[in-house]
């Protein structure tokens, strides 16, 4: 079940991004839309903010039903703390998709990102949806993932194929960031469709199981959107037989397997990011222990400018560690980065210190802290926090 | 009750801080020590970190009592995450003064900051101590100060008045940051001293009421230390009559104007800081509501940034509230950035965003959410995330 950074067809589905003048930027892509040909079993997990979004409370509402024909996602605006105003024009929206393609309103999910506080012109979502309709394509996947892209430095697909109920079963998704990025109960926006015939309380209870290990286990900056939106529709196109034991298990891996892929992509592409850091922490008396551990160490900013700065910091890691309020004993802890010991029995190994330095110029390593208190692990992953965070955040507005 | 950002002369206390070759540069002040004219009532409260500095355990330790004679604190190593040879190594530290001023060793309190995870050379130490005591100067509260800093970029000294007790008191105080600060018991390295006759109770009460309005409601970055140190220190110099009733809140209210001076400095001088912002959340429901909600605010990244930015970021602002975890309506919610009221009933007043934005210049403003859903407020103040911080942090290790 091997995932590939890349678009796949996913029969019953279609997709489109457009620019449609949403955004400050002219002619950059600012609408996408996912259409199936017939409404399909759909799931969702939403931001678990208090101040949620227009379109995350629409959507909820819409989801009650088990079943979406179409999704209607646009960035340049998030339509959050919108007030009433906000409600009526994600509503206007979903009726927008839903009279052109020919469904009920209910059958439409609508997402939102960008700035905070504005609303979106109407006429031009409306001709933008038009637009959009008549670019469908079966192939249109890393559109519909370019036109919401706020941050972002690229379009962020995954894909996969497993095979379940004697079906080929192929489950395409995508996802984007870039900052905002701590989600509690899904991310920013993520969208996973797939051809397997499966019920929507199926779909439920597999979010449900996926999320702690992929959208759920990474950090850009802590910071918690209220726009998160994680959807799974499944067409049912694969025609194979109802889903159940050891062929639900695979496939509830596989669509887990496409969504641990785009979060690693989400947080690779975080804002400023130049390294990627999986934290992982082992032998904790609680998984929760554990993640409280892991967390604290992700969302450190010493912890993340000493990747940065390629910093072996064990006195940082130690003391992100100590803060997370979890009781540990620190002349247990052993500490590797970038695949070396620095620290055993919570004593620095100093000898090794140039060595990890010198790794940690990769793009790409893990840090792992082993408590030796429990059997319990918990894995978070994170990036750097560097110059070009602090410029995009400071210069731009979100 | 007028608190001075300068040093004063407290009756029955002597200070110094001197070069002893701690630190890696060279001629830098490193150890500083506080010498009383004979043992005084003591409190002290510390980090509440899993990961205590050795010097953090025995300051506690030596604490029991409720007498001090002496602290003695340097720069340049935390010692923390040093085992059973960092406690040594901090008794073997309060030995040193405890010998060159004829007092038992556990009236000495040793403080340390720095690098964690490296011990400090013990020969050094103790020749340093030798030169600090023949340097000890009724006024040297600010040489003493100087010692302890890291990457403050000044001695941070405080010191006010309060007639108590029939008697006219002096309190003076210092502290040092300047990143991972966010206290949960109280800062990185605080002393506060006077010359008010005080009962060890007293000074422990007091300690515990000033503390969620001082160093315990400001942040830098989010990230507790290991090494947080609070002492109080009553010489009995005044000759006041015991405090009680009117006179000891007096009392407690200078100690905590000074620890809140000190506080607001730390931020001031937060490593990378330009600004200072001081976040009020108003109308909740708790205290505790509050305080989750002005932490979220002051510890966000990208409210932080937006602060560096000059950039009235109500959505940012309104994201960080929402992720906090506590239940509040949206739409009833008033913000307010440098005085002007940006946001009423949840909606933005867009006609004033272009002059908050001017006030942002400011080097020091406030931020204020009105929750109306109740009578309680808090305070935290905090600083902007920089350029400067990232630079700090990733060349510099801590």
Redesign the interface.
């Known amino acids: 079940m091997e995932v590939r950074l890349e678009s796949a067809v996913v029969r019953g589905f279609r997709f489109a991004g457009v620019a449609a003048g949403l955004r400050s930027e002219s002619g950059r892509k600012d609408l996408g839309i996912i259409v199936a040909n017939t409404p399909v079993a759909a799931a969702g997990v939403f931001t678990t903010?208090?101040?949620?979004a227009a379109p995350v409370l629409v959507a909820q509402e819409h989801l009650g039903s088990g079943r979406l024909q179409g999704v209607a996602a646009n960035s340049g605006s998030?339509n959050?703390?919108?007030?009433k105003a906000g409600v009526r024009l994600a509503r206007e929206s979903c009726a927008a998709l839903a009279s052109t393609v020919g469904c009920a309103m209910e059958l439409v999910a609508p997402c939102s990102t960008g700035?905070?506080?504005?609303l979106y012109d109407l006429q031009k979502y409306r001709a933008g949806v038009a637009d959009a309709v008549a670019a469908l394509q079966a192939d249109g996947l890393t559109d519909f993932a370019s036109a919401i892209m706020t941050t972002d430095t690229h379009a962020k697909v995954a894909s996969t194929m497993v095979r379940a109920g004697g079906s080929q079963i192929t489950i395409a998704g995508c996802a984007k960031g870039a900052?905002?990025i701590?989600p509690?109960m899904a991310t920013m926006l993520a969208f996973i469709v797939t051809d397997a015939a499966a019920r929507p309380p199926q779909l439920r209870s597999i979010l449900k199981n996926i999320l702690p290990r992929s959208f759920n286990a990474i950090t850009v900056?802590?910071?918690?959107?209220?726009n998160d939106t994680l959807l799974l529709m499944a067409s049912g196109a694969a025609a194979n037989r109802p889903l159940a034991g050891r062929d639900l298990n695979n496939f509830g891996m596989a669509i887990g397997n496409v969504a641990g892929a785009l979060a690693r992509e989400l947080v690779r592409d975080g804002e400023g990011a130049s390294k990627l850091v999986t934290v992982e922490v082992r032998g904790a008396r609680s998984e929760a222990d554990a993640n409280r551990i892991a967390r604290s160490i992700a969302?450190?900013?010493?912890v993340k400018?000493?990747f940065?700065?390629c910093?072996p910091?064990?006195?940082?890691i130690?003391?992100?560690?100590?803060?997370?309020?979890?009781?540990?004993d620190?002349?247990r802890l052993d500490v590797s980065l970038a695949g070396i010991k620095i620290?055993s029995r919570?004593?620095?190994n100093v000898e090794v210190l140039a060595g990890a330095a010198a790794r940690m110029k990769e793009r790409e390593f893990g840090l792992t802290l082993d408590l030796k208190m429990g059997k319990a692990s918990a894995r978070v992953t994170t990036c750097d926090?560097?110059?070009d965070?602090?410029?995009i955040?400071?210069?731009y507005?979100?």
């Open positions: 903010s208090r101040v949620k998030a959050c703390f919108t007030g700035v905070i506080g504005h900052g905002m701590e509690r900056d802590g910071d918690m959107s209220t969302n450190s900013p010493l400018t000493a940065f700065g910093d910091n064990f006195g940082r130690a003391m992100a560690a100590g803060k997370a309020g979890v009781d540990f620190p002349e620290a919570g004593a620095i926090l560097t110059y965070y602090v410029k955040n400071a210069e507005t979100t």
